[in-house]
């Protein structure tokens, strides 16, 4: 062949390569290099500014992550103390995969046929396996702890992630775990702010209006018995005793914030604890005809302050009582959750939380229900339920659907440091 023709079929072969090579990598991103890192930056940012919730946040950087990297599965795993986790993936750290994760901050199961057999290495191998994983990146880079691990699955189309490819992740997995980080930090300030604002309005109010009502209360004990029941002033002093005792539950309720309280740690024992909120719950779910079942499934070691969390438990479940129908069931489970937590959750099939509502519910004083018949309603429950999971350092959250029901699932840490 002449020397030109041979250079024409190079150069023509090569960029037919080269047009296919790009339009592999265009299915990673729609652009390659630096414009795609500024736009997937660009794109996560906004994601951020639009969902203030950490673990909602987390959940829309998986779809992303699953829409941008070619994969149908994008985990964001967070660290829970013993472990990463996210939903049922867990990396325990004590694993030799961990160090050796930590120490590369990525792997892919291609860059591991290269390298010689560790049990580190091993391991990850074993974990990519097992979960069908074709990448993994640790933030910050080079950290022996790393704040956030992003795993993603092999890709739809089967080819191996390339470096650039882990690069581009990287960058991004950092920008996630600064985010994130700082959403969560956001939202325990806020909880915190909310639950010192309270605590001064609950000071003021509770002790003044105790202050009020205790000589009302002394006068309604001492003429108990003088007006014939019946009477119309039988009647009157009957509902002025009652009003004075809501008043007396309403200063107690809303003294609650106003203390400073240290919680008392202790081992607690899950099956007695739910045999408490059952009896406390009784009256309340027979009234209603609704039945309240639960033994724990997990009963083993748990660090809690016992008073605080059968009176949580008994605010849940007297809501799921109070949301059901006659002849439903209430049920009450504890299993072991996420590593190092023990997962409590509350589920009925009631009447459901409107989507509006559902926002609301942990605000003091919301409630829908009417005070003056047999239910309670100060709107004080969720609240003083919020303020008992942050004092054990945990988490609640609400599921419901109108007409379907309500799971509250309340996750909160099996120790307590001292
Ligand atoms: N399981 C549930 N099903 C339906 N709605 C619920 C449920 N749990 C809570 N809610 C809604 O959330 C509101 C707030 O609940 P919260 O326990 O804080 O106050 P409350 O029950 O109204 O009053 P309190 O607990 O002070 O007696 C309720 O009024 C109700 O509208
Ligand atoms: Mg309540």
């Known amino acids: 062949m002449p020397q030109p023709a041979a250079i024409i079929l190079s150069v023509a072969v090569f960029s037919a390569a080269a047009f296919w090579l790009d339009r592999r990598s265009r299915d990673w991103l729609s652009l390659g290099g630096e414009r795609a890192i500024a736009e997937m930056r660009r794109d996560t940012i906004e994601i951020a500014r639009l969902e203030p919730h950490p673990e909602k946040l987390a959940a829309q950087f998986e779809k992303f992550l699953r829409d941008q990297c070619q994969t149908s599965y994008a985990a964001l795993l967070v660290d829970q103390g013993e472990a990463h986790t996210a939903g049922r993936l867990q990396f325990a750290k004590n694993r030799p995969g961990y160090a050796a994760l930590a120490e590369k901050g990525w792997t892919t199961p291609e860059s591991l046929l290269r390298r010689r057999s560790t049990p580190g290495l091993d391991d990850l191998r074993a974990f990519l396996a097992e ?97 014939a029941s019946g009477s119309p002033e039988g009647e009157v002093h009957a509902a002025a005793r009652r009003s004075v005792r809501i008043m007396g539950d309403y200063v107690r309720e809303a003294l609650f914030f106003s203390e400073r309280l240290t919680p008392r740690f202790e081992r607690v024992e899950l099956g007695r604890i739910f045999q408490e909120v059952c009896a406390v719950t009784a009256t309340r779910a027979a009234e209603r005809g609704v039945a309240v079942v639960g033994v724990p499934e997990y009963d083993g070691p748990v660090t809690a302050d016992s008073v605080l969390l059968q009176r949580m438990l008994a605010n849940v479940v007297g809501n799921a009582i109070d949301a059901s129908g006659r002849g439903q069931t209430v049920t009450l489970s504890a299993t072991l959750g996420r590593s190092g937590f023990l997962c409590l959750r509350v589920a009925d099939a009631g009447c459901g939380i409107a989507p509006d509502n559902l926002a609301r519910i942990f605000d003091p004083y919301f ?26 350092g945990g988490t609640v959250a609400v599921e419901s659907e109108l007409g379907k029901g309500t799971t509250v699932t309340l996750n909160l840490p099996l120790a307590q440091s001292a």
Request: net charge positive; hydrophobic share 40%; proline share 5%.
């Open 131 to 227: 979960h069908s994983l074709g990448l993994m990146v640790a933030s910050p880079r080079g950290s022996p702890n790393p704040t956030l691990i992003i795993a993603l699955g092999t890709k739809t189309n089967e080819w191996p992630f390339t470096y650039p490819e882990v690069q581009r992740l990287q960058n991004i997995a950092e920008l996630m775990d600064n985010i994130l980080t700082r959403s969560r930090l956001t939202l325990q300030a806020a909880v915190r702010a909310r639950m010192e604002h309270l605590a001064m309005m609950s000071r003021g109010l509770a002790h003044d209006l105790n202050n009020l009502i205790t000589p009302i209360s002394s006068f309604l004990v001492h003429t108990d018995g003088r007006y």
């Open 367 to 392: 409630t829908t229900k009417k005070y003056g018949d047999d239910v309670r309603g100060f709107g004080l429950g969720l609240t003083i339920c919020q303020k008992i999971v942050q004092l054990h």
